[in-house]
């Protein structure tokens, strides 16, 4: 479900991402993975019934609201919250269904992998995508500062 490729095939090939519980408070780490993803060329569409918009872009209630297709279904909700949004993803035809990290559903993830969807569990699609596509540097964490490489020791 989460190997290197499969993750790499499903963000290479899918570019529109409903982001399910998307807060507007920009120190909420969905806030800082949905700046991200559109910062990086993908159509971030959020879901969450508190707002209007989000980084610019129209909010809906529901992932059934969303008019078009939506191609990965990011949930930033409780794990025992996804069951119902797996057959919200099944019903749009997503094509894969993504649980942020400490969100774990098996009957979820099973269901929707049974209809056909890619599914990702306990894994951060900002962290992945940096991680796969050399994202890192870019984000400020690989700063060369730390490095697992021995210095080289000046002789005085």
Not at 20 to 49: E, Q, T
Not at 81 to 91: G, S, Y
Not at 123 to 139: D, H, N, Q
Request: glycine fraction near 8%; proline fraction near 4%.
């Amino acid at each position: 479900m989460a190997d290197i490729a499969t993750l790499r095939r499903i963000l290479k090939e899918n570019h529109v991402i409903a982001m399910v519980g998307l807060s507007a408070n920009w120190y909420r780490p969905s806030f800082f993975a949905a700046k991200y993803m559109l910062d990086h060329g993908y159509r971030v569409i959020p879901v969450n019934p508190s707002y209007k918009e989000v980084l610019g872009q129209k909010c809906y209630r529901s992932l059934r609201d969303i008019p078009g297709k939506i191609d990965i279904v990011d949930c930033f909700r409780k794990s025992e919250e996804i069951m119902p949004l797996a057959d919200d993803a099944i019903a749009i035809g997503a094509k894969a269904l993504w649980m942020q990290i400490g969100v774990i559903n098996e009957a979820a993830a099973d269901k929707a992998a049974s209809a056909g969807l890619d599914v990702v569990m306990d894994r951060c699609v900002k962290i992945e995508y940096a991680r796969l596509f050399g994202g890192l540097g870019w984000a400020g964490v690989n700063t060369g500062v730390i490095s697992g490489k021995r210095p080289q020791y000046l002789i005085y």
